[in-house]
């Protein structure tokens, strides 16, 4: 990987202080999904994050501060989709992190979702598959519409957008977590406020992430 060292201990510290633990196997697939991710970026446009401390905090901890939301909204279920998931982001921490899950990772580029779906094969990750499509398309599939238990997106769309994309995909009392600034959720909560009564949700909390573990991050 030309020198490039993926750093376990920081991402397993980050976790804990999300509440998760992360045992030497899950670090192991991180590591290996890291090379390959690096070794794909520009070929396919995945990602401009190739310092192994940025990879380390803007992608795989970043992805897990899903877990804020899970823990605000606590339910049953193993269905997740992630839309728009691009390199596999939040998905593939979620799907390592979480081995009793099932994680869509949906995007509308064929070549990132098929690339998405081999990297997880390789790595190891038999809990997470890729899938080309539109979430717009695929809410109107009886097949997938109101199929999932939670429905994740990170740096997808503004907040209103999230979630006419989201919710259709998640069944009654599913959660829907959007991965977004703190400086977004100000400016762009107004408008979402008002597409989710149109849509039959509603904002349950918005959790911010320790501004020492990651800066101006939130989860709603």
Do not use: C
């Not at 509440?19 to 995945?46: C, H, K, P």
């Not at 109101?146 to 919710?167: H, I, M, N």
């Amino acid at each position: 990987m030309n020198g490039f060292v993926l750093p376990r201990q920081r991402i397993a510290s980050g976790a804990e202080r999300l509440g998760i633990r992360l045992d030497e196997s899950a670090l192991d697939t991180f590591e290996v999904y890291a090379a390959l991710l690096i070794d794909g970026r520009q070929r396919l446009n995945l990602t401009t994050v190739v310092d192994p401390i940025e990879v380390a905090d803007k992608l795989f901890l970043d992805s897990l501060t899903a877990f804020l939301g899970l823990a605000a909204h606590p339910m049953g279920g193993s269905r997740f989709v992630d839309v728009g998931t691009g390199a596999g982001f939040p998905g593939v921490p979620l799907a390592v992190a979480l081995p009793h899950v099932g994680v869509t990772l949906l995007d509308a580029t064929k070549r990132k979702a098929e690339w998405v779906d081999g990297a997880v094969r390789q790595a190891g990750i038999e809990n997470a598959w890729g899938m080309v499509g539109r979430a717009e398309d695929v809410a109107h599939d009886v097949g997938w519409r109101g199929q999932f238990d939670v429905a994740t997106a990170r740096a997808v769309a503004p907040l209103a957008a999230l979630a006419e994309l989201l919710l259709p995909l998640v069944r009654p009392g599913g959660v829907a977590i959007a991965l977004k600034t703190r400086s977004a959720v100000v400016a762009e909560m107004p408008a979402a406020r008002a597409a989710l009564r149109e849509l039959g949700g509603e904002v349950a909390r918005v959790t911010t992430v320790p501004e020492d573990l990651l800066p101006n991050r939130a989860i709603v």
